[in-house]
């Protein structure tokens, strides 16, 4: 089985390679990764050597260089894409660019390869269901709720999320989608709130918590979504959604007084900051179907040992994300939080 990955070089991709090479020793994987940003070779520096592996420096929105990268290949699983809301609210561009029109074009180069009798998984997200109230803690996201999409970066992954359904209904092409929650665990961009706060609190700096602090996210182990896009890969059935979660919800304030808490931090590290725009108020996921119907449920994601593992991940990585924080994201950062 050879399969091709897109966004390999990013946090979750990176996991999924190291992920796969450990747990299906006769498959290949083809890293497809334009390298952006927040895509990073030295996520996978350990698997380098691997003949199993290969890197593609290219660009889901070059049907040229997909048409080559794609000859062989049994699978694609597609996870590349802008990733933070935060920038997408500062240009919506980059995002609709890649994250919609990359993935047709993706779309349209496998279906050339393969005719669409090849699985896709496309990487979607719980964002584009929108915001669920605080007040009724019992309602959750199910692979049946409306989308309603209430960022660009969620507007923009919705787009290539209807586009992969309309190509399975519209040329019959195998293709599954996955909708996820908020990951953590080992080399996430510090852009995103559980690094940004681990790093910040170790290099001595405030964390800036957006309004107050009650919005609530679902949390899960990059390992255990990884298994879940594995596990669709492998059993799930074409044309299906399947949402995956941990059933894990913190408001943002319970996640930071437990990172506080496992660095031996005080709340005056905390620095309230004006909320972010059209700010989603909680998402929770309805796992259900995908525990039914393929046997998967999460076993890496359990609270707080988790958390305490992946705060001593960049505890012991400092190199890794002074690297990552050097250079073009110190402007990043005194645009968003003022330095
Ligand atoms: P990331 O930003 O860490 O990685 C994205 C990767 O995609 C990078 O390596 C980047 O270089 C690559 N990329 C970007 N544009 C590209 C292009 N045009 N062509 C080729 N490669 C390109 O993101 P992540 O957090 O690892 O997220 C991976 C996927 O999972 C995304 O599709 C995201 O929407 C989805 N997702 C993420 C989460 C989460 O909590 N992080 C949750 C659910 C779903
Ligand atoms: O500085 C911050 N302060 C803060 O309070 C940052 C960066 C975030 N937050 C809050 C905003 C959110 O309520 O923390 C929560 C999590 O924020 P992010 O880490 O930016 O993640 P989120 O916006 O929830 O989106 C993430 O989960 C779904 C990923 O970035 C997406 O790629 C994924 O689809």
Same mark, same amino acid.
């Given at each position: 089985m050879h399969i091709l990955l897109t966004g390999g070089a990013g946090f979750i991709g990176s996991n999924f390679v190291r992920l796969l090479l450990r747990e299906r020793p006769d498959y290949r994987i083809t890293n497809f990764d334009v390298l952006t940003?927040? /895509?990073n070779l030295e996520n996978l520096s350990?698997?380098? @050597?691997d003949d199993r592996y290969a890197f593609i420096r290219g660009d889901v929105r070059d049907a040229a260089a997909l048409d080559k990268a794609l000859e062989g290949v049994d699978a694609v699983v597609h996870m590349a894409a802008e990733s933070?809301?935060? *920038? &997408?609210?500062m240009d919506s561009g980059p995002f609709i660019d890649t994250n919609t029109r990359g993935t047709q074009v993706l779309l349209d180069a496998w279906r050339r390869a393969t005719g /669409?009798?090849? *699985?896709?998984?496309y990487v979607s997200t719980d964002e584009v269901y929108g915001s669920l109230p605080l007040e009724n803690p019992e309602i959750k996201f199910t692979e049946a709720t409306p989308l309603d999409p209430s960022s660009p970066y969620s507007a923009s992954k919705a787009g290539g999320d209807l586009l992969a359904n309309a190509y399975h209904h519209t040329f019959g092409m195998d293709i599954c989608t996955t909708r996820c929650s908020n990951n953590f665990g080992p080399y996430q961009f510090p852009e995103k709130v559980i690094p940004l706060f681990v790093t910040n609190l170790l290099d001595g700096k405030?964390?800036?918590?957006? @309004?107050? @602090?009650? =919005?609530v996210r679902d949390w899960l182990h990059v390992d255990d979504h990884c298994e879940a896009v594995l596990t669709v890969l492998e059993k799930g059935t074409s044309g299906e959604v399947y949402n995956i979660g941990g059933n894990n919800? *913190? &408001? =943002?304030l319970e996640l930071t007084r437990s990172i506080l808490e496992i660095m031996g931090k005080g709340e005056e590290m905390i620095r309230y900051v004006e909320d972010r725009l059209g700010h989603d108020r909680r998402y929770a996921i309805d796992a259900g179907k995908i525990k039914r119907e393929l046997g998967w449920q999460p076993t *890496?994601?359990?609270?707080?040992?988790a958390l305490e593992d992946t705060v001593r991940w960049y505890t012991d990585n400092r190199p890794w994300w002074e690297r990552v924080r050097s250079g073009a994201y110190q402007d990043y950062y005194a645009n968003m939080y003022g330095g």
């Open positions: 940003y927040s /895509g350990e698997i380098e @050597g933070h809301v935060d *920038r &997408s609210i /669409g009798k090849k *699985r896709f998984v405030q964390v800036p918590l957006y @309004g107050d @602090g009650k =919005n919800e *913190r &408001s =943002n *890496r994601s359990a609270w707080p040992k």
